[in-house]
C-alpha cells in the first residue's frame, strides 16, 4: 500500500477565506491516520481533496510517488466510505457491493469470489440477498465498507462514517474498523470529531483547528504532550484543567490569586525567559490527587460528585476556578468538603499565554 503525501495544502473559497491553510503531513505506507478536530476545522475538506471530489487551491496530494492534483477521482483508486452510507436501495446487498467491480469490467467470476470473501470477513454472508431497508444501522456501514474493500483500493478514505449511529454501535463498528486494518494492513484516512473516536483508531492522530494543522502524533504523545493549549483541552475526557499564572521574578515559583506556586527543575527551565509574563497552567483530572505528591498544591472545595461505577469525577470550585478531578472507585469527598488538590511537577502542563504554545517545546508533527 502506498502513502499518502500532503505537501502546504490548502482551500480558497470565495473572499480569500482558507478553509484548509497549508496542511503539510505525510501518512505512512499501511497507517491508520485520523484527522480530528471540531466542525468547521477542514478535516473532511481535505479528506476530500485526497478523493478528488473537492478542488486543489494550493499544494499536492502526493499518492505513493504520483501527484494526484489533476489526476480524476476514478483513476486515483482510492475507496471512500460516507457518513450517510450512500447504498443503492433497489440493490441487494450482493449488488451493492458488487457495483464498483461490474463498473470496471471484471468478469462475473471475480465479483463472486470478491464479494463473497468480502462478506464473510465482515460477517455479511446471511445477508447478501436483502436490500439496504431490511438492515440496521451498523449491518449497512459494514455493506459500505465491504463496496470500499472488494475493490482492493490503493487508499481507504473514511468520513465521519459512524455519527449516525448509536453509542452501543459505535463501540461495536470501531472495534470492527480496527479489526479490518488489522487484517488488510491498507492505509487509511479517517475523520472524525469525536476525540474518543480518534484515540481508540488511530496509529497518530491529526489535530486540526481552523484549517490548520496543530499537532500529528500517537495517542499516548498527543495526550501527555501537547503541542499547544488547544490540542491540550480538545484531547482527554473530562477535558484538562487550566488557570492562569504569572512567573515570579525567581523564575523558581508562579504567583496565582495571591498564592505561590514551586516549580520543578523541568519547569523552571522552561519559563527561564518568561520572569514577570503569564503562563497558562494545565493539569489533566487523573492528576490531581488529594493525598501530596510533591508538586503543587490547590485549595479547593466540592461542588458536585458523578459517580460512574468505577470512578467518580469530582467537580471543585476554587481561586483559580473551576477544576475536576477523577476518584478511583465510589468513595469521593463530601458536597461542600474543603481539600487541597495535590499535583506532581512532572504532570503539570505550562503553555505561553500569547502564544498558546507548549512551554515544553513540543514539535507539531511526529
Known amino acids: 500500500m502506498p502513502s499518502v503525501e500532503l505537501i502546504k495544502l490548502g482551500k480558497l473559497y470565495g473572499r480569500g477565506q ?16 485520523v484527522l480530528v478536530g471540531p466542525s468547521g476545522c477542514g478535516k473532511s475538506t481535505v479528506l476530500r481533496m485526497v478523493a478528488g471530489l473537492e478542488e486543489i487551491s494550493e499544494g499536492q496530494v502526493k499518492i505513493g510517488d504520483r501527484v494526484v492534483n489533476d489526476v480524476a477521482p476514478k483513476d486515483r483508486d482510492v475507496a471512500m ?14 449488488d451493492n457491493m458488487a457495483f464498483g467491480l461490474r463498473r470496471r469490467k471484471a468478469s462475473e467470476a471475480e465479483v463472486q469470489q470478491k464479494v463473497n470473501e468480502t462478506a464473510e470477513v465482515l460477517g455479511l454472508t446471511g445477508y447478501l440477498q436483502r436490500r439496504p431497508r431490511e438492515l440496521s444501522g451498523g449491518e449497512r456501514q459494514r455493506v459500505a465498507l465491504g ?59 491529526a489535530v486540526m483547528r481552523k484549517g490548520i494543522l496543530q499537532q500529528c502524533a500517537d495517542p499516548f504523545t498527543l495526550y501527555t504532550s501537547p503541542a499547544n493549549e488547544f490540542v491540550a483541552g480538545f484531547i482527554g475526557s473530562p477535558p484538562i484543567n487550566f488557570f492562569t499564572a ?18 520543578g527543575e523541568a519547569q523552571k527551565a522552561a519559563v527561564s525567559e518568561l520572569k514577570g509574563k503569564q503562563v497558562t497552567v494545565g493539569i489533566r483530572p487523573e492528576d490531581l490527587h488529594l493525598e501530596p505528591q510533591g508538586g503543587v498544591s490547590l485549595p479547593a472545595t466540592v461542588d458536585v460528585r458523578e459517580p460512574l461505577g468505577n470512578e467518580t469525577l469530582v467537580h471543585w470550585s476554587s481561586a483559580f476556578g473551576a477544576l475536576t478531578s477523577r476518584v478511583p472507585g465510589q468513595v469521593a469527598p463530601e458536597v461542600g468538603a474543603k481539600a487541597e488538590l495535590h499535583a506532581p511537577f512532572e504532570k503539570l502542563h505550562l503553555f505561553d499565554a500569547t502564544t498558546e504554545r507548549s512551554l515544553a517545546g513540543v514539535p507539531v508533527t511526529a
Open 81 to 94: 466510505v460516507f457518513q450517510n452510507y450512500a447504498l443503492y436501495p433497489h440493490m441487494s446487498v450482493f
Open 147 to 205: 463496496r470500499a474493500m472488494v475493490r482492493k483500493p490503493q487508499v481507504f478514505l473514511f468520513d465521519e462514517p459512524l455519527s449516525n449511529l448509536d453509542a452501543k454501535l459505535r463501540v461495536q463498528m470501531r472495534a470492527e474498523i480496527k479489526r479490518l486494518h488489522q487484517r488488510v494492513g491498507a492505509t487509511m484516512i479517517y475523520v472524525t470529531h469525536d476525540q474518543v473516536e480518534a484515540m481508540t483508531l488511530g496509529d497518530r492522530i
Open 246 to 263: 504569572t512567573v515570579a521574578a525567581d523564575g523558581a515559583t508562579l504567583e496565582a490569586q495571591g498564592m505561590r506556586l514551586p516549580l
Open 18 to 33: 482558507k478553509a484548509v491553510d497549508g496542511v503539510n503531513l505525510k501518512i505512512r505506507d499501511g497507517e491508520f491516520l
